[in-house]
């Protein structure tokens, strides 16, 4: 007979010291293998499965060194996030501040999981430090098991984690909710923004407060690249007015600011590495490379040299919990570049099944309906301008005489956390193919 999931609101609406006993109850007979009255939720049981896996004790408090504040300080200054403090810090410190609402803090980490800014109730803060919820303090989900930032970062999604629903037992007078920050320029991971302290903190709402503040975040960060981009575009039309041939000018996260002789893209995939001379990218060929005043002037070289510069192996990894990248290599040398979470489950199925897949069939594999074939052509479609040439469709598939390999991680189990996707899903439980 199937179990009742925990259910957050049921929670709120009980005593705090009853609903810490039943929380207790349910992780108890969880980590023991036993039958509880209450499933945990979805995303907190997957996540005490994790931790069971990496072999984290349960009953012992896991903490890592600090970084020193010097590096503390070279991650604040190179992090997008410190451009965005302030809206973080209206909605979540300012408005519970002026409301009178229950003392907690907002925590900012880094992609690391490292504790980068705190702000809030005093009395908080010198309780977070007893739990070494301070700057520097690393709160993956691999140091110190489920929690609002770590398993927010894995799973790519927010979280809320309350008093027992935390691995570690020495957390458990504790409840926090967070949410991923992802830079809206290329869709990179940036870090996690939490709110937390003690039990009586706790209410349903924080999540969605945490979840939305986030997302207005992200709209800043997006509104201030559409000035910068802005800025670029009245640089490029000199420029470009007096190059011959095909040529285009983009930012240094590959967004369009103008283009000459071929069709405009919204935005050019760049390596990892990437600066003057000469440089192969997969959805142009050789390209000549000039820096321009916050950006790249892209000139197309001639066809024949684009043609011998065709990449012949590609390599998928998704080795890593949170960082997924493609590298391809050629005649003209390797490219490198990070994946979104949605590209990454579409290269890995096709990946997998090197016979190709029908729109249809990505659907399901992907979304589990196999209906959504306009968002799967959407996206093919963006992932096709990014491999030109190393792509067939009808089905979609990769060409034949290109080499795929894919990285995995270790354990299966670990294959793409955060991904819902059927496909993957199936992977990771060892019932679908991973010969690649």
């Known amino acids: 007979m199937r179990r009742t999931r925990v259910d957050m609101t ?24 036993g039958r509880a009255p209450f499933a945990p939720r979805a995303e907190i049981g997957e996540s005490w499965q994790r931790m069971l896996r990496r072999g984290l004790d349960p009953d012992r408090d896991h903490r890592s060194r600090l970084l020193d504040a010097e590096e503390v300080e070279r991650r604040r200054a190179a992090s997008p996030l410190a451009e965005v403090l302030p809206v973080l810090r209206e909605g979540l410190v300012s408005c519970s501040a002026a409301s009178g609402a229950v003392p907690h803090i907002m925590v900012v980490a880094d992609a690391d999981g490292r504790v980068l800014w705190r702000e809030g109730s005093a009395p908080v803060l010198r309780k977070a430090d007893g739990h070494g919820f301070e700057p520097g303090a690393d709160w993956t989900e691999s140091t110190v098991g489920t929690n609002g930032v770590g398993t927010a970062l894995v799973t790519r999604r927010p979280v809320q984690v309350h008093s027992a629903e935390h691995f570690v037992s020495t957390h458990h007078s504790w409840t926090c909710a967070g949410a991923p920050l992802t830079d809206p320029r290329d869709g990179r991971l940036i870090g996690a923004v939490d709110v937390s302290g003690p039990l009586a903190t706790m209410h349903p709402a924080t999540l969605m407060l945490v979840s939305s503040v986030a997302r207005l975040a992200e709209a800043e960060l997006r509104n201030r690249h559409f000035a910068e981009l802005a800025r670029l575009r009245a640089v490029a039309a000199p420029v470009l007015c007096r190059v011959g041939g095909r040529a285009l000018v983009v930012d240094a996260h590959g967004w369009l600011a103008g283009v000459t002789g071929m069709p405009p893209v919204d935005r ?44 012949s192996r ?54 589990g309906d196999p209906t959504r074939t306009v968002t799967v052509r959407a996206e093919m479609s963006r992932v096709r301008r990014t491999l030109a040439g190393l792509l067939e469709h009808r089905p979609y598939r990769f060409r034949e005489e290109v080499e795929v390999e894919v990285v995995r991680p270790e354990d299966p189990a670990d294959l793409l956390p955060h991904s819902t996707a059927p496909a993957v899903r199936a992977c990771r439980d060892g019932r679908g193919s991973l010969g690649v």
Do not use: I, N
Request: charged share 25%; with cysteine; aromatic share 6%.
């Open 10 to 33: 049921r929670l709120a609406a009980m005593d705090t010291r009853e609903a810490a006993l039943l929380l207790k109850g349910v992780r108890d007979a969880t980590l023991r293998g």
């Open 314 to 367: 590609l390599v998928l990894d998704v080795s890593r919990p949170r960082r997924w990248s493609l590298e391809l290599s050629g005649a003209a040398g390797s490219w490198t570049q990070e994946l979104s979470p949605r590209h990454t489950e579409l290269l890995f199925v096709l990946a997998v099944h090197r016979e190709g897949r029908t729109a249809a069939e990505l659907a399901y594999d992907v979304f």
């Open 268 to 311: 050019l995939p760049l390596p990892a590495s990437f600066g003057a001379g000469r440089a192969w990218l997969p959805s142009l060929g050789l390209c000549a490379v000039e820096p321009l005043p916050g950006g790249w002037l892209l000139r197309l070289v001639d066809e024949e040299a684009r043609a011998a510069a065709g990449a």
